[in-house]
């Protein structure tokens, strides 16, 4: 069982990767590169939490319960920083960081919200 | 414009949907969620480019209103890409900075309490030397030998050697008359 939520999850990480990567490629060619770098920021977040997972279902020992909580800690501990980021960024009224910080964002709640679904049998 | 106002505003250009963002502001100011609609891309991403824009000196941005309006910074546009190229560089400013600190350093090395200490055996140095040495000689002015050599002699003891690499650096000139400075 929880090897079928973890190879869904897996799968649900190489999708998103291959779709940003493709978008960017897109926005590239389209002479969109700034855009194109967003995509990249999203690839970023999604492998760092394929990483996470791994890292997961290394520590659970096959226990779902520590593996769910573990990976739930990590999106709320990690981006916990670019919160912080995105507020000063605000407060300096800085749009380009602030875009980068959304995405990140953006991305993990994205995450958070499919790791749920995944997790609760939902997909 | 300088040459880094330029680079930045060329490199702020080259993007497609920034270019579409100053052809919108061309025809009138708008605001985020207007261009947003309007080009297609989310309103955070078109903040993102305004951003950029703003930097490079591209648009600029009032209130009015309720809202934040962005306009393009014609001026900025009217000016020809001749122009920019006709601009001093940058660098060209740093170049002569260091030349300057260059021959400074020279003076400072060769000189003491206005001294000559001693001939210097590079070309390039002994120029700076020659060149200082000139200024006491005044423009439109003709020297005898023997007044020449007096004014060299209070920065070296061989003013002969002074007096004939002054020709040769074409900082002095002579006929039957006598000597004159010559004007760069």
Same mark, same amino acid.
């Given at each position: 069982?929880?090897e079928?939520?973890?190879?869904?999850?897996?799968?649900?990480?190489?999708?998103?990767?291959?779709?940003c990567?493709?978008r960017?490629?897109?926005?590239?060619?389209?002479?969109?590169?700034?855009?194109?770098?967003? !995509? /990249?920021?999203?690839?970023?977040v999604?492998e760092?939490?394929?990483?996470?997972?791994?890292?997961?279902?290394?520590n659970? /020992?096959?226990?779902?319960n %520590?593996?769910?909580?573990?990976?739930?800690?990590?999106?709320?501990?990690?981006?916990?920083n670019?919160?912080?980021?995105?507020?000063?960024a605000k407060?300096?009224?800085?749009?380009?960081?602030?875009?980068?910080?959304?995405?990140?964002?953006?991305?993990?709640?994205?995450?958070?919200?499919?790791f749920?679904?995944?997790? !609760?049998? %939902? !997909? | 414009?300088?040459?880094?106002?330029a680079?930045?505003?060329?490199? @702020?250009?080259?993007?497609?949907?920034? *270019?579409?963002? $100053?052809?919108?502001?061309?025809?009138?100011?708008?605001?985020?969620?207007r261009?947003?609609?309007?080009?297609?891309?989310?309103?955070?991403?078109?903040?993102? #480019? $305004?951003?950029?824009?703003a930097?490079?000196?591209?648009?600029?941005?009032y209130?009015?209103?309720?809202?934040?309006?962005?306009? *393009?910074k014609?001026?900025?546009?009217?000016?020809?890409?001749?122009?920019?190229?006709?601009?001093?560089?940058?660098?060209?400013?740093?170049?002569?900075?260091?030349?300057?600190?260059?021959?400074?350093k020279?003076?400072?090395?060769?000189?003491e309490?206005g001294? *000559?200490?001693?001939?210097?055996?590079q070309?390039?140095k002994?120029?700076?030397?020659?060149?200082?040495?000139?200024q006491?000689?005044?423009?439109? #002015?003709?020297?005898?030998?023997?007044?020449?050599?007096?004014?060299?002699?209070?920065? #070296?003891?061989?003013? @002969?050697?002074?007096?004939?690499?002054?020709?040769?650096?074409? $900082?002095?000139?002579?006929?039957?008359?006598?000597y004159?400075?010559?004007?760069?």
């Amino acid at each position: 069982m929880i090897e079928q939520k973890v190879t869904k999850l897996n799968c649900y990480f190489e999708e998103q990767i291959a779709m940003c990567e493709q978008r960017g490629k897109e926005l590239i060619a389209d002479e969109r590169s700034d855009e194109a770098s967003f !995509e /990249k920021v999203k690839v970023n977040v999604h492998e760092i939490f394929r990483t996470v997972l791994a890292a997961a279902v290394k520590n659970c /020992k096959g226990d779902p319960n %520590a593996l769910r909580s573990f990976f739930v800690q990590k999106t709320e501990q990690i981006p916990s920083n670019w919160a912080i980021a995105y507020d000063k960024a605000k407060q300096h009224n800085d749009a380009v960081k602030m875009q980068i910080e959304e995405i990140k964002l953006n991305t993990i709640n994205n995450i958070k919200e499919n790791f749920a679904k995944i997790w !609760e049998g %939902a !997909e | 414009m300088t040459e880094s106002e330029a680079i930045r505003l060329f490199k @702020c250009l080259s993007d497609k949907s920034r *270019l579409q963002i $100053l052809k919108s502001l061309a025809i009138e100011d708008m605001y985020v969620e207007r261009l947003a609609e309007r080009l297609g891309i989310t309103a955070p991403t078109v903040s993102f #480019h $305004l951003k950029k824009l703003a930097d490079a000196g591209a648009v600029t941005s009032y209130k009015s209103q309720y809202y934040m309006m962005y306009s *393009l910074k014609k001026d900025v546009f009217r000016t020809s890409i001749l122009d920019i190229l006709q601009e001093e560089s940058d660098e060209a400013r740093l170049q002569a900075q260091r030349d300057a600190e260059y021959r400074q350093k020279v003076i400072d090395a060769f000189f003491e309490y206005g001294k *000559l200490k001693s001939i210097p055996a590079q070309r390039k140095k002994e120029r700076i030397v020659l060149e200082v040495i000139a200024q006491a000689f005044e423009y439109d #002015h003709v020297y005898t030998e023997r007044e020449v050599n007096i004014i060299i002699a209070d920065f #070296h003891d061989d003013f @002969c050697t002074i007096r004939r690499d002054m020709i040769g650096e074409q $900082l002095l000139d002579r006929d039957s008359k006598g000597y004159w400075r010559v004007k760069l």
